[in-house]
């Protein structure tokens, strides 16, 4: 059965700040890339323009399409969020607005025209799609003038209908996220070659910021504290 394949990503440098998206294409056997930028914007509200942009280039609507997104935001706004705010109003369970409710608004009639199977995948994980579209996204952000691809599938220079990743490169951007969201022992800073030790990020942030030359890092447990201290010191 002919399918189409969607690949979408956004960035913003800041978060706020200058942002892009970028769009793969894959439909009956030619390839295509969209991107835009934005002065001000968010990671969100770019994931989710790449989604609706996406859309909104398709001509056909009767064809299954998969799209793929390393975006839980949009994935899971898409099939879930979307109509309890259509429920309520356009607001939130918290009743506040819903943010980038314009895009929400554009995006809701798409749903409904499309058949859509939504991915949510790794973000960084060498899946080639995805890093097509991240750097589409990425060189829109830095306000670069990119050549987007428009023509057929077999001279892309690269096969996006291959849609495996790097296993190895999630489990470690797993474990990253997870040692970020724990909670820290300390935090251990070197500023101008002397080391200190902190039990909060915020003192530990107000000792490193804005001074260049500086080494920070969390520390989980006093074994990891003296480890680091030691690398710190170059001991």
């Known amino acids: 059965m002919k399918k189409i394949l969607i690949f979408t990503d956004g960035a913003a440098k800041g978060n706020p700040g200058p942002g892009g998206y970028g769009v793969v294409i894959l439909n009956s056997g030619r390839v295509y890339e969209i991107g835009g930028g934005k002065k001000n914007t968010t990671n969100n509200e770019m994931e989710l323009k790449a989604v609706v942009e996406a859309l909104k280039s398709l001509s056909e609507d009767s064809i299954p399409m998969e799209i ?46 499309y058949e859509i199977t939504w991915n949510k995948i790794p973000g960084h994980v060498d899946m080639n799609g995805n890093d097509c579209a991240d750097r589409i996204a990425s060189g829109f952000a830095e306000g670069k003038n990119l ?26 951007r797993r474990k990253a996220r997870k040692r970020q969201s724990a909670k820290a022992y300390s935090y251990i800073s070197m500023v101008n070659g002397d080391v200190k030790t902190h039990k909060t990020w915020t003192e530990c942030e107000a000792r490193v910021k804005g001074k260049t030359g500086v080494r920070f890092k969390k520390a989980l447990d006093k074994e990891e504290e003296n480890q680091i201290i030691k690398q710190f010191k170059g001991v």
């Open 68 to 113: 793929y997104s390393d975006s839980k935001y949009v994935v899971e706004g898409a099939t879930g969020w979307i109509f309890n705010w259509v429920n309520n109003g356009w607001k939130t369970k918290a009743k506040g607005d819903v943010i980038n409710k314009e895009l929400w608004q554009q995006l809701l009639p798409l749903l409904k025209k």
């Open 147 to 172: 050549d987007l691809y428009n023509g057929p599938q077999d001279k892309y220079s690269h096969d996006i209908e291959d849609i495996s990743w790097d296993k190895e490169k999630e489990e470690e």
